[in-house]
Structure formats: structure tokens, C-alpha cells
């Protein structure tokens, strides 16, 4: 039942602004870039002196300790890409280190502590993949905003 309902809502949803099925494709196609994501490599967080193994490119990441899913995020822009969100992250200049890590981002440097992620240019698909990711993996942390 509530499956038929749902689907029911994506062929509404399939008929809205875009219609004949493109949201439904794109939603497909989300799912298929969030697999891609799952299945990049965990990266352990350098070392002290050691360098940051990420791109300066646009993309989507997940933060994890052990296996548990600690924040998922995006790059909103350009400068600095991925590379420069986890060094962020690294030095405690992000939400996410400054409220779950205490403004501890050194503690990622702890051998538990890994990184994954997709480089995506799409500024759209970038959004969509880190909303669906954020909304499957249910990460500790949620960038709020606040």
C-alpha cells in the first residue's frame, strides 16, 4: 500500500513542470551517481606533513568513522573544490568540525577516520546527490546552517 502511494506520487511528480518522465529519469539517475559515490574508495585523512589526496574540483563527499556515516556534503563553489571543503574540515573552519568535532578537526587524522568522493560538475546533480546521500545514509552530522 504504501509503496503503490509512493509510486503513484512519482508518476504525479513525472507529469509535473518537466513532465514525461524526466523527474523519474532523473531520480534514476541520482540513485545510479549515489552508487558511484558508495563505491570510491575510503581514503584515510593524512597524517600530520602528509598531504590531502582530493581534488580541486566540484563534487559531493562522506565523511565516516569506522563505518558509521559521520557528514555527507557538497561544494557550492568552484574555488578549491574538494580538496579545500575536507582541509577545511581538517582545520576546524566547518560547521560540521566546529559543532560535532568540538573544533577538533585534527581528530580526523586518527587512523579510524576515512573520506570518499565523486567529483560532479553539475551544480544541480551535486545538490540532489548530497540531499539523496544525506537522506540514505542519515549521517551523525547535518550542515544546518545554523
Do not use: W
Not at 65 to 76: A, D, I, Q, S
Not at 114 to 121: D, G, K, P, W
Request: charged content about 25%; hydrophobic content about 30%; proline content about 5%.
Amino acid at each position: 500500500m504504501f509503496y503503490e502511494q509512493i509510486t503513484s506520487h512519482r508518476t504525479v511528480l513525472s507529469l509535473g513542470k518537466k513532465g514525461n518522465g524526466t523527474m523519474i529519469r532523473e531520480s534514476q539517475e541520482v540513485k545510479k551517481i549515489f552508487d558511484e559515490l558508495c563505491a570510491q574508495t575510503k581514503r584515510p585523512f593524512p597524517k600530520f606533513s602528509q598531504p590531502l589526496d582530493a581534488p580541486s574540483k566540484p563534487g559531493v563527499y562522506i565523511i565516516r568513522k569506522k563505518e558509521v556515516v559521520l557528514h555527507v556534503g557538497r561544494t557550492l563553489r568552484g574555488k578549491g573544490g574538494i580538496h579545500q571543503r575536507l582541509k577545511n574540515h581538517l582545520h576546524g573552519l566547518s560547521s560540521f568540525s566546529a559543532k560535532y568535532l568540538k573544533s577538533k578537526g585534527v581528530t580526523l587524522r586518527k587512523d579510524e577516520y576515512t573520506y570518499q568522493y565523486l567529483v560532479l560538475e553539475d551544480p544541480r546533480k551535486r545538490a540532489l546527490l548530497e540531499a539523496y546521500a544525506v537522506g540514505t545514509l542519515c549521517p551523525e552530522h547535518i550542515g544546518l546552517g545554523e
